[in-house]
């Protein structure tokens, strides 16, 4: 069996990247960024902090192709449905009515 | 006038192109069907199985005919796609020199009022040959004009206006229907379009004269709710900015961004004054959410359109009598 | 002619492996699970197509002379209730594919037995819930629950088939979960993904959408229900809510799910065109793969229901753009299948004249949702009867005849016992032109501008209601046709002749082993040496065109 | 570190092993695939959400700054930091049944558990200040139906609703249904999680799990912090976007 055993060093150094991650958008919440920074800054910050508990707290870095197959279509289902959607909603205002 | 043949009256200039494609679209699926059946057919009985224990010669595929059969196929569905297109974008590609009417739908049945005035109840009269524009809401739940010889439909959306316009040629009375299903009596909310020659459409417009028009009842509701109070008497402006030429312009929000302004643009306006502030002013509208129905927000709309002198869609308008709406407002207003 | 091994019946099968209430509603065994699903759906099938028949009564006349244009409201909402979530979208995957799927990659179960019957129970516990409804009331929104008038304005029961259809969701979710795991996991040796039965393939590409379709519908029907408790929610027009976003949430579903309907259609009839032609089927990998790029392609292009909701334009224009794009993997099955008899030995026992009748139908089906994917024509045609008869042209004309076929072609597999063959025939003929007279004229009465869900129509177009009356003919000859294999098929449990192992003589796994199987399927775990379809050494093969001669893989 | 434990060598005798699999891999193998697979329709479950969300805070950016400068942002950070804490306990849990310290993983498993109810309780706190300050949508809870007292400008009662320019009180009513959709969502799969760790706790109690045989440990995990990964989008989106205009109303 191909079972690999991340050790609780690992962990812990994960833990504390992500208490950190949780500090630093908290504390990037209150500053204003230009533009639509703000909500990148924030949605930045909670990827890498996802990222972070997929690859190593659910194994991910050391599964088989498979498992990132799975989570890469649920990605790809998610971009397609906000995709086409927005398509829509963004388009809406092209075509004024006049 | 309802014939036999299994195709509705065409009467609309949009609705022998849709025929055309329609039976282009026939014609290749009678093809492949045929195609296809014949095909089959032709194998079954010429390969029926003679003996039972006969094994035919497996036959592994092709690539050549793997890509002939799905590369005719989406050569085909491109056509489709264009010429579909195309017609589509010139059915909602808004009309320009228009007869405006303003439709209203409400379980289960509809209103029309034409800008001079008249309303009607699951009628509607037109003339022939002048582009006809409906700008359309509901009361309550989606309903849906859909008006078979003229091949047109759209649904009616709460909440803001759709439209949809036709061009009739040849006088006549026909069939509209609720195409959404909207409820017990969905099949009910039906009635006709009344296509009339031009001079019988000037009679009939005189004859059923004497009624407020829209404008002229937003007149009397923009008194009535108070708009008066901020956007001054004559809509010259006051704590609130003036609405006269507003209808058509950009208006310039105070997040420096800008929109123009359309019938949806007031109607948010009036319902969710707070969504789009314009700019220099602060958030005192009230909204009138829940105290104006949606046929007396038209009425407002219309009145706030009549401020407006370049309305495109009239600036090369024949002095069509029907088309020109008798306001009540001050015609003198000059757009800012 | 190459010889199959029989192996020796064994002593005891699944069915007679245990007796008892107990043994089958605790059963862990797919086969017997597959079997619950078969009973639970044919009584939904029953109930959706009495309320078929009222609708085609209603409509003979263009008075509502029946019922009350509120119960009529219902009873097609119901229908279309129950034939879809309770009856279509389970059929094959449910029945055939749970009692198949593991046979024919010759495991012993699939991966998560319990959750198997997890599933039927859930099916059952939502059935339960949607019929209480339906008693208690019913419900008069359309399948397709557009807001605000459910969420507000019906005064049917919504929340109680909502809450069924959200709890039966997960059953499929379950179903398609568990087959995505066992095609993965649970292969026998030498089962290769390219030695894999298109039936397993088909299903492959159902459970994807089952699972990444399934949770949004479900999502989107419990706002529903909690908008309507809670009188405020975000697709309320009146609250800020946005209409249309629903049938966005909705159709992003429910798009796909036609193809959950329609898949499995493809890999049984995939399945009887190669097996009652004796051949393999003619370019194996790109009906494989069509059934995957229909699964994917299909989540792409559920704005075309949408084309006069007031969608943006150009938003149109790239989902009737991405429409047409699924007819070409569609087209590629066809094709494919037509070839697959090329030079055949070809049989006419009931499954193949059911899978033949699949071909014709579902072409036109198809090829009717052309008219549909191209913007201006489905501007007219859009709620109109064209769409009923396109979709029950590729529902019913397609997957249903598929079933049937299916039914049939295993039927000596999951009872042990051979249906009429005459019979068999005869009924597939009646419901072929039935099925013909009953949606044909359908078309026409659409083009012309009949408007689906509606109760009465205007009686002076007369035209209108002869097509009408054409329709309900023809239905009343399908519901015959529908009766017949009813009747023989339960007679046949009891009097039909026994069957061998391997009736038609195939290569399939599944016919390896007696008939009815043993509870573990295969008495030992299979080793897998053959292509799918194998009937003669791989030696004889024959090429068309230009075409790489693969050497057949040793394993 | 103690290696090796991967089991090769499975014993098809092995007590766990099922009948219809092979051996101990391929069940392995196979559960792991199942709850990815079904974390995958979960994703498109709460996506609905997202979706609704995304589109709506387009829509409605004042009301929806509002609304959630109206969210006690403190609490949600120490939800945050509960989880996370809770993910760590929980990874610590699957790493000592690997190692075989069934000690150690019944301990990880109750803070798991304590540290899983420590956030509900929190959510609790916080759900209660909503229906303290009338700002459960609708008619949720029918005696109590949606009606905050908005704020008039200078007046600082946290109680009250802060608009800020061009934000509604109906429009802040959409993002607290959506708010209420979503974390009570999420509430709901921490109260199934908390099921699920009950029954594991007990396994893990009475020696079920050894270096060979610890698969239910392993994919109850995968839920648990898949659980946590919902509430790390959840709490900038809900919580954070537009604080930096609090108090601007
Ligand atoms: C199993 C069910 C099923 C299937 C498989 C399909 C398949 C398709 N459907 Fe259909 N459809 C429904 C069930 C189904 N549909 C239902 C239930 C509704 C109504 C929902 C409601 O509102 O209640 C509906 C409605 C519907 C609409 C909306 C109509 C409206 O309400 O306005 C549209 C619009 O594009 C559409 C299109 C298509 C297309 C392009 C396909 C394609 O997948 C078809 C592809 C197949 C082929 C094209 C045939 C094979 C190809 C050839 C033989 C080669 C030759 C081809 C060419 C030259 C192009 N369908
Ligand atoms: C799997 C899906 C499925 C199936 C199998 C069917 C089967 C049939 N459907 Fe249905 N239908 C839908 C799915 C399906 N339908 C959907 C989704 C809608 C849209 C609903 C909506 O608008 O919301 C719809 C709507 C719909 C309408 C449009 C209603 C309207 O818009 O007003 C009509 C009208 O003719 C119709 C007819 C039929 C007929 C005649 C059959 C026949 O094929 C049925 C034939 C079967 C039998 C007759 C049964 C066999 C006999 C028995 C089991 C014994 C009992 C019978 C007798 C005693 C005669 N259906
Ligand atoms: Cu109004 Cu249907
Ligand atoms: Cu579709």
């Given at each position: 069996m191909s079972e690999h055993i991340v050790q609780p060093r690992v962990y812990l150094m994960i833990f504390l990247a992500l208490m950190a991650g949780t500090g630093l958008t908290v504390v990037a919440a209150f500053y204003d960024f230009p533009g639509p920074l703000n909500a990148v800054v924030a949605l930045t910050i909670a990827v890498i902090k996802a990222t972070l508990v997929v690859l190593y707290f659910m194994h991910v870095r050391y599964s088989g192709r498979l498992i990132w197959l799975v989570i890469g279509s649920a990605i790809f289902w998610l971009a397609i449905m906000f995709a086409l959607t927005i398509s829509d909603y963004w388009t809406r205002t092209w075509f004024v009515p006049m | 006038m309802q014939s036999w043949l299994p195709v509705p009256e065409s009467?609309?200039?949009?609705s022998g192109d849709v025929d055309a494609l329609y039976f282009y679209i026939w014609g290749v699926t009678i093809f492949f069907t045929l195609l296809i059946s014949v095909v089959v057919i032709f194998f079954v009985i010429r390969y029926?199985?003679?003996?039972?224990?006969e094994i035919p010669r497996p036959i592994e595929g092709s690539h050549k005919l793997e890509t002939l059969w799905s590369v005719i196929p989406l050569l085909i569905a491109i056509t489709f796609f264009v010429w579909g297109a195309k017609l589509y974008f010139a059915q909602y590609k808004p009309a320009q020199n228009a007869i405006e009417v303003y439709v209203v739908g409400k379980q289960w049945m509809w209103k029309f009022q034409h800008a001079t005035g008249q309303r009607e109840i699951n009628e509607l009269h037109v003339p022939v040959g002048r582009k006809v524009k409906l700008i359309m809401t509901t009361e309550d739940v989606i309903h849906d004009v859909f008006v078979p010889a003229f091949r047109i439909k759209a649904d009616v959306v709460a909440g803001k206006y759709t439209t949809e316009w036709f061009e009739a040629t040849k006088p006549g009375t026909y069939n509209f229907f609720?195409?959404?299903?909207?409820?017990?009596?969905h099949s009910g909310m039906r009635g006709y379009v009344v296509v009339m020659e031009p001079t019988e459409y000037e009679n009939w417009l005189s004859g059923n004269a004497g009624q407020t028009s829209p404008a002229a009842a937003g007149r009397n509701l923009f008194e009535s709710l108070g708009?008066?109070?901020?956007?001054?008497?004559?809509?010259?402006?006051?704590?609130?900015?003036?609405?006269?030429?507003?209808?058509?312009s950009k208006v310039v929000l105070n997040n420096n961004s800008s929109v123009t302004a359309d019938e949806g643009y007031i109607r948010e306006s009036i319902?969710?004054?707070?969504?789009k502030l314009v700019t220099?002013?602060?958030?005192?509208m009230p909204s009138f959410q829940g105290q104006i129905s949606e046929e007396q927000l038209l009425d407002v709309v219309a009145y706030i359109k009549s401020?407006?002198?370049?309305k495109p869609e009239q600036?090369?308008?024949?002095?069509?009598p029907s088309a020109t709406p008798s306001t009540g407002a001050k015609p003198s207003a000059t757009p800012k | 002619m190459e010889e199959f091994e029989i192996p020796k019946q064994p002593g005891s099968n699944y069915l007679n492996a245990e007796y008892g209430l107990k043994s089958w509603l605790l059963t862990k065994d797919h086969k017997r699970i597959a079997l619950l699903y078969l009973g639970a759906i044919s009584f939904f099938f029953f109930i959706g197509s009495l309320y078929a028949m009222a609708i085609r009564l209603e409509l003979?006349?263009?008075?509502?002379?029946?019922?009350q244009s509120s119960t009529y409201n219902k009873t097609f909402t119901q229908h279309g209730i129950i034939m879809v979530f309770?009856?279509?979208?389970?059929s094959i995957p449910a029945t055939l594919g749970n009692f198949l799927i593991p046979m024919m990659i010759g495991?012993?179960?699939?991966?998560f037995p319990r959750i198997n019957l997890l599933s039927w129970y859930i099916y059952m516990i939502g059935g339960v819930i949607t019929i209480y409804a339906l008693l208690a009331g019913g419900v008069d929104t359309?399948?397709?629950?557009?807001?605000p008038y459910s969420t507000?304005?019906?005064?049917?029961y919504v929340i109680a088939t909502g809450l069924g259809i959200f709890i039966n969701g997960f059953s499929s979710i379950l179903t398609g979960l568990n087959f995505i795991v066992t095609i993965h996991?649970?292969?026998?040796?030498?089962?290769t993904w390219f030695r894999m039965p298109l039936f397993v393939w088909a299903h492959y590409a159902t459970s994807l959408i089952m699972i990444l379709g399934t949770p949004v519908v479900a999502i989107t029907i419990l706002l529903v229900a909690l908008e309507r408790l809670a009188?405020?929610?975000?697709?309320d027009p009146a609250a800020g809510g946005d209409p249309v976003l629903f049938q966005h949430l909705f159709w992003f579903y429910s798009h796909p799910a036609v193809y959950i309907m329609v898949l499995p259609a493809m890999g049984v009839v995939s399945e009887l065109i190669a097996n009652f032609s004796r051949?393999?089927?003619?370019g194996y990998k790109f009906v494989a793969f069509s059934s995957l790029a229909i699964a994917v392609l299909g989540f792409?292009?559920?704005?075309h229901h949408l084309f006069?909701?007031?969608?943006?334009v150009y938003a149109g224009m790239i989902f009737s753009f991405l429409s047409f794009t699924v007819a070409i993997p569609s087209a590629i099955k066809v094709f494919n299948w037509t070839a697959t008899l090329y030079k055949g030995s070809i049989s006419y026992d009931t499954p193949m004249l059911y899978g033949l009748g699949f071909i014709g139908l579902f072409t036109i089906g198809g090829l009717t949702g052309m008219f549909l994917a191209s913007l201006a024509t489905d501007v007219h045609l859009s709620d109109t009867y064209f769409v009923v008869a396109h979709f029950h042209y590729i529902m019913v004309g397609g997957t249903l005849l598929a079933y049937l076929g299916g039914l049939h072609y295993w039927w000596p597999k999951i009872s042990g016992r051979m249906y009429p063959e005459g019979w068999g025939r005869f009924s597939a003929l009646i419901v072929f032109v039935g099925f013909n007279l009953t949606f044909s004229p359908q078309f026409l009465l659409g083009y012309m501008?009949?408007?689906?869900?509606?109760?009465t129509y205007p009686a002076e177009l007369v035209s209108w209601q002869v097509l009408h009356v054409l329709s309900t003919a023809g239905a009343s000859i399908l519901g015959v046709g529908l009766m017949i294999p009813l009747v023989y098929l339960a007679w046949s449990l009891r009097y039909g002749r026994i069957a061998e192992a391997n009736p038609w003589h195939l290569p399939g796994l599944e016919w390896q082993t007696a008939s009815p199987p043993p509870t573990e399927n295969f008495l030992t775990t299979p080793i897998v040496t053959h292509e799918a379809y194998?009937?003669?050494?791989?030696?004889h093969k024959e090429v068309v065109g230009k075409f790489e001669r693969q050497q057949p893989a040793e394993t | 570190m103690p290696e090796g434990l991967a089991a090769t060598h499975d014993h098809p005798s092995h007590p766990a092993l099922q009948h219809h699999f092979e051996n101990m891999e391929q069940q392995r193998e196979a559960g792991t695939l199942g709850m990815w697979v079904f974390l995958v329709t979960e994703i498109m479950f709460f996506g609905g959400m997202f979706l609704a969300y995304t589109l709506y805070r387009f829509e409605y950016p004042a009301a929806f700054v509002s609304a959630s400068n109206h969210l006690d942002i403190k609490l949600g950070a120490i939800n945050t930091a509960v989880l996370i804490v809770s993910s760590f306990t929980m990874a610590t849990a699957v790493y000592s049944t690997q190692v075989g310290r069934q000690r150690t993983t019944i301990i990880c498993l109750i803070l798991t558990m304590i540290l899983g109810a420590t956030f509900l309780g929190i959510k609790g706190i916080e759900y209660h200040d909503k229906y303290n300050d009338h700002l459960?949508?609708?008619?949720?809870i029918p005696s109590r139906p949606f009606a905050p007292e908005v704020a008039k400008p200078?007046?600082?009662?946290?109680?009250k609703l802060h608009l800020i320019e061009g934000a509604t009180v109906q429009n802040v009513q959409l993002f607290y249904w959506i708010y209420f959709a979503m974390t009570g969502m999420h509430a709901l799969h921490m109260i199934i999680g908390l099921g699920i760790m009950t029954v594991i706790l007990i396994m893990a109690w009475r020696g079920k799990f050894s270096p060979e045989y610890h698969a239910p440990v392993e994919i109850s995990g995968l839920y648990w912090h898949f659980v946590d990964i919902i509430w790390i989008f959840l709490f900038p989106l809900l919580y954070l976007l537009g604080r930096h205009l609090e108090g601007h109303g």
């Open positions: - | 009467a609309s200039t949009l029926r199985r003679r003996n039972p224990f609720c195409a959404e299903y909207c409820g017990m009596n708009c008066i109070s901020c956007h001054g008497a004559n809509a010259e402006g006051g704590r609130g900015p003036a609405l006269l030429g507003v209808y058509g319902l969710n004054p707070q969504a220099g002013f602060g958030p005192i401020l407006s002198t370049t600036a090369t308008a024949k002095p069509a | 003979l006349t263009p008075q509502g002379d029946l019922m309770f009856f279509l979208i389970p495991a012993k179960d699939l991966a359309g399948w397709t629950f557009y807001v507000t304005f019906s005064n049917s996991t649970m292969r026998a040796p030498g089962m009188h405020i929610g975000i697709f051949k393999n089927i003619f792409l292009v559920w704005g006069v909701a007031s969608q943006s501008g009949m408007p689906r869900r509606y109760h194998e009937f003669a050494p791989p030696e | 459960i949508p609708g008619q949720l200078g007046d600082t009662d946290p109680h």
